[in-house]
T-cell receptor, first 118, second 112 residues
């Protein structure tokens, strides 16, 4: 079975400081990894994904994430936080060995509230 | 604009009543999904469909039903058998051969 853990319910960062939102995963094979962001009362927006290749993945709005196979982690980072980055962030994982296409095998973490203080 | 449209945004259900949430996409995606979101629990998969006229149960299908008569449409019915239906419902879609799913804006369902 696959799983995702987001160990922090909430992360507080001052505007202009670097931010990190943590994610660890567990799969039997190699993972597909995703980050999504959700603003209040809205759907989820795709930020970035790791499939294969370079361990540092760059995404939308200046976000990036680093895949670390030995630590089974996929932490989301941004060098300089903006107040507008305040939102709920979800990490998700899918086992590459999952048969077929699509995202029916996608498992989401419980989400981390990111609060950027002016 | 291309995207996923969910309606209504807010819906109220009386006890014992069935209600249907609409989801339409014009992204030419093959696969469509319904998720339920409760505070602090992340997203849970209700049903998904990879092709027209075929759909599969997800992790929490009890009390829900779906249909997929057209590629663009995947309505979700919340039946009276669903005892705790108050939640935020998210529709999503993807290409069958791809892995990134894209979400609609969500629908709030409240039992009154």
């Amino acid at each position: 079975a696959q799983s995702v853990a987001q160990p922090e319910d909430q992360v507080n960062v001052a505007e202009g400081n670097p931010l990190t939102v943590k994610c660890t995963y567990s799969v039997s094979g190699n993972p597909y990894l995703f980050w999504y962001v959700q603003y209040p009362n809205r759907g989820l927006q795709f930020l970035l994904k790791y499939i294969t290749g370079d361990n540092l993945v760059k995404g939308s709005y200046g976000f990036e994430a680093e895949f670390n196979k030995s630590q089974t982690s996929f932490h989301l980072k941004k060098p300089s936080a903006l107040v507008s980055d305040s939102a709920l962030y979800f990490c998700a994982v899918r086992d590459l060995r999952h048969s077929g296409g699509g995202a029916d095998g996608l498992t989401f973490g419980k989400g981390t509230h990111l609060i950027i203080q002016p | 604009d291309g995207g996923i449209t969910q309606s209504p945004k807010y819906l109220f259900r009386k006890e014992g009543q069935n209600v249907t949430l609409s989801c339409e996409q014009n992204l030419n995606h093959d696969a469509m999904y319904w998720y339920r979101q409760d505070p602090g629990q992340g997203l849970r998969l209700i049903y998904y469909s990879q092709i027209v006229n075929d759909f599969q149960k997800g992790d929490i299908a009890e009390g829900y039903s779906v249909s997929r008569e057209k590629k663009e449409s995947f309505p979700l019915t919340v039946t009276s058998a669903q005892k705790n239906p108050t939640a935020f419902y998210l529709c999503a879609s993807s290409f069958s051969s791809g892995n990134t799913i894209y979400f609609g804006e969500g629908s709030w369902l409240t039992v009154v």
